[in-house]
């Protein structure tokens, strides 16, 4: 029997028999909800409940758990568990860890992110507990640098690992790797130096995705033969406000031999340009990057990126002019730039107000209506409002006059141009 609780925190045996016991956790039987009724393996003097609503995915987060408990009930009601979320604990023991996680045969992940885990030591046969884990959660732990390698060395089928907000700005590589291991999420740190970014790939020879936003990256150092063999199988990296501040650097991505899809917002590089041109510039240099920032980059999109390129670049000095410039005009060809055209609807124009043997050159606003004109061509022909007829001739058109009549209409809608006719006919009574 374990010994109580007390003000360091609770057992996880405790916090298990608290939260899932069948007064807090009703068993719900139902397409998708997993409940498993765990009766009891009679373990003797057990404080547990005769049954548990156990699902297999367990979530005990923020719970004040310290330690273990007793390791034969966690066996006994564990057994089917595969995810276990012990986040915002207290374990700051491995060996504590380890009795929780060698009893459950088949657990594949397990997040134990934001556990005080800076000053514990993790041996090699305590990291062995861990054998079975495929995906492990340790953010915000401080964990150290060598403690991560002794589990990467113990877990031979580990997949994804998370290791964000843990302060590192260096890491050092060992043997042997980890060659099973496909993500790596280590955002939120201070790795500044590629050098660093570098380990990464000799530890992990399979990654596919790499998270290091948050990172002050400075700059991509190394050379295409280097990054086609450190990393071979990567297909998505995350370099969201990173330091990178050169065209050359996002251009060495297209040396990662499979990659695919590229997160990269909020980089000094970027900072002068407008969004829809850091998107067509980037889609440009990146020819086999299928996804930018969370979109997918359509063929429709690749083109007009190429081509907006091209023009973007076409006074550049030809020393300045990036590689990809012209490899581009190898394939459209120099382009010419695009006409400006101004959609903005014109305002005023100029017309020639006939009234009699009267003619009278006018600057007209389209924004008014007849009746607003009305008013104004009283002071020109001298007749009131009551008095005029107006009619509209346009100087291009073959049809002959055309009446305002409607007081309400807007010059505007009769497509007026500079040049044009009003002619005032007064009323006969």
Request: net charge negative; proline share 6%.
């Amino acid at each position: 029997m374990e010994p109580p609780g007390d003000n360091g925190g609770c057992s996880f045996v405790e916090a298990l028999n608290e939260k899932y016991s069948p007064e807090n956790f009703p068993c719900r039987r139902g397409p998708g909800m997993g409940m498993v009724v765990v009766p009891t393996a009679g373990v003797q003097g057990s404080p547990m409940k005769d049954r548990l609503n156990l699902p297999s995915i367990l979530v005990l987060h923020s719970c004040g758990i310290s330690r273990a408990g007793d390791q034969a009930e966690i066996a006994a009601f564990c057994s089917h568990v595969m995810e276990v979320d012990l986040s915002h604990n207290k374990l700051q023991d491995w060996n504590e860890i380890s009795k929780i996680v060698v009893n459950i045969p088949n657990l594949e992940f397990i997040n134990l992110s934001s556990n005080p885990l800076a000053e514990s030591r993790l041996e090699p046969h305590v990291a062995q507990a861990f054998s079975r884990v495929r995906r492990l959660v340790l953010n915000n732990t401080q964990i150290s640098w060598d403690a991560v390698l002794q589990l990467t060395q113990q877990i031979p089928e580990l997949e994804e690992l998370f290791l964000c907000l843990n302060e590192y700005s260096s890491v050092r590589t060992s043997s042997p790797a980890c060659p099973t291991l496909r993500l790596l999420h280590i955002t939120d740190n201070s790795l500044h130096d590629w050098a660093e970014v570098r380990k990464f790939g000799s530890m992990f020879p399979s990654l596919e995705t790499l998270v290091m936003a948050n990172n002050n990256l400075a700059s991509i150092q190394d050379s295409k033969d280097v990054l086609q063999r450190l990393f071979p199988n990567l297909r998505s990296i995350n370099l969201h406000n990173s330091g990178l501040n050169r065209w050359e650097d996002v251009e060495k991505l297209n040396f990662f031999p499979k990659l695919e899809e590229v997160r990269l917002r909020g980089i000094p590089l970027l900072q002068s340009y407008t969004n829809a041109e850091c998107r067509s510039l980037m889609v440009a240099r990146l020819p086999s990057v299928s996804m930018l920032n969370g979109s997918v980059v359509t063929d429709s999109e690749r083109e007009d990126a190429e081509r907006f390129f091209i023009r973007y670049y076409l006074d550049c000095p030809e020393r300045e002019l990036p590689y990809r410039y012209h490899s581009l005009v190898t394939k459209y060809g120099k382009l010419e730039p695009l006409a400006e055209i101004n959609l903005k609807p014109r305002c005023r124009a100029r017309v020639e107000v006939h009234c009699e043997e009267k003619v009278e050159h006018l600057s007209i606003r389209l924004d008014q209506t007849v009746a607003e004109l009305r008013k104004q061509l009283t002071k020109v022909v001298q007749l009131s409002t009551k008095s005029m007829r107006l009619y509209y001739i346009n100087k291009d058109s073959a049809f002959g006059p055309e009446e305002m009549k409607y007081n309400t209409r807007a010059l505007h809608s009769y497509s007026i141009q500079d040049g044009d006719e009003i002619l005032v006919v007064p009323k006969t009574k």
